[in-house]
């Protein structure tokens, strides 16, 4: 197996929380935009659970960036609530709160990636200052 610095790194973790926060956005969107849509199912997005679990099985820092190439947000359909705006079980108080939340995640998994990139960036050109 072929292991490359950004194995070793934060990277691929925080590639994956990127891309299912921005997936998350989409699918609040989507429930905001159909919150007076008849018979409308909110959707959600599952992930975190499955990348805690991802990362208390790894063992070291490869095994964690195998472990989580493997985790993938999946969509799933909310059965579970009543008929909240009347028309479907959408609530826009929900909804915008977990829009505020998943926001929040997505900018510090960003601002953690950078931070990854400075200090690759560092490590490589010596970290001095010019």
């Known amino acids: 197996m072929k292991i490359s610095l950004f194995d070793r790194s934060r990277i691929p973790l925080l590639e994956k929380a990127l891309d299912a926060y921005a997936l998350k956005n989409k699918v609040i969107a989507s429930n ?54 009347g028309a479907n079980n959408v609530d826009i108080d929900e909804e915008m709160a977990e829009l505020a939340k998943n926001q929040l995640r997505f900018q510090m998994a960003a601002r953690l990636m950078s931070q990854t990139f400075q200090l690759i960036d560092k490590s490589i050109t010596g970290g001095g200052t010019q």
């Open 32 to 85: 905001i935009a159909n919150i007076e849509t008849p018979n409308y199912r909110r959707v959600d997005v599952a992930f975190e659970k499955e990348l805690n679990q991802a990362i208390e099985q790894s063992k070291s820092d490869v095994n964690l960036s195998e472990n989580v190439k493997g985790v993938e947000p999946q969509i799933e359909i909310d059965k579970s609530k009543a008929l909240a705006s």
